[in-house]
């Protein structure tokens, strides 16, 4: 049997959700301003005895996220939803990982995907269509020129069709098999040309 991708995509309310970040470096740029970019109000804290230029000028805007000025503590854990951790340090990520398992947290340990619980995958939004792209951690360079296809050929104005398509299945009568067919009906025909 040929192998295949076994994770289930899930699209998360983060701003429901309180997240660590552990790191203060180029990695902990990247993830954080990733997910404020998709959810702008979410709740983080990073922890480090050090932070990077960049990361304290792009955090200037996001009064809500927190910098800890210290290595990690195991008290970094309570409260916590996620952790994601971005540091050079493989022993303290293993030693994260397994004090988030014991407190049931969900883990993502940047370039090691034999220690992440979940992947952050490539995100491609157009109003409210958001698609995540997945490599199972193999190839994010990849995912990432994957995106920028998708971003290419996905018309900048497919929010008209989402909001009419909404406003139209509000509108459709039936049980919920006949709308499903109805929808179908009228999306077949979609079809996206460069």
């Known amino acids: 049997m040929e192998a295949q991708n ?8 983060l701003e429901q959700l309180d997240v660590l970040v552990v ?3 180029n990695v902990a740029l990247e ?4 997910m404020l ?17 960049a990361i304290l000028a792009y955090l200037k805007n996001f009064p809500q996220v927190q910098l800890i000025h210290r290595p990690f503590e195991v008290q970094d854990l309570e409260g916590r939803d996620l952790v994601i951790c971005t540091t050079d340090q ?3 990520h293993e030693e994260i990982r397994e004090l988030a398992k ?3 947290l969900l883990c993502n340990v940047a ?4 220690l992440c619980d979940f992947y952050l995958g490539s995100i491609v939004q157009k109003g409210d269509l958001k698609i995540a792209i997945s490599t199972n951690g193999k190839s994010p360079t990849l995912a990432k020129r994957i995106r920028a296809f998708l971003e290419e050929v996905i018309p900048d104005d497919i929010q008209t069709s989402l909001d009419s ?7 459709l009568k039936g049980d919920f098999e006949s709308k499903i067919k109805a929808l179908n009906e009228l999306t077949k025909g979609l079809i996206f040309k460069k």
Request: glycine residues 6%; charged residues 30%; aromatic residues 10%.
């Open 90 to 92: 493989y022993s303290l």
């Open 37 to 53: 970019r998709n959810a702008p109000d979410t709740k983080i804290s990073l922890v480090a005895p050090f932070y990077r230029e």
């Open 102 to 104: 014991q407190r049931h």
């Open 31 to 34: 993830k954080v301003s990733a």
């Open 6 to 13: 076994r994770l289930f995509p899930v699209f998360l309310k």
């Open 111 to 114: 370039d090691t995907p034999a």
């Open 23 to 25: 790191g203060g470096g």
């Open 165 to 171: 398509l909404e406003a139209l299945r509000k509108e």
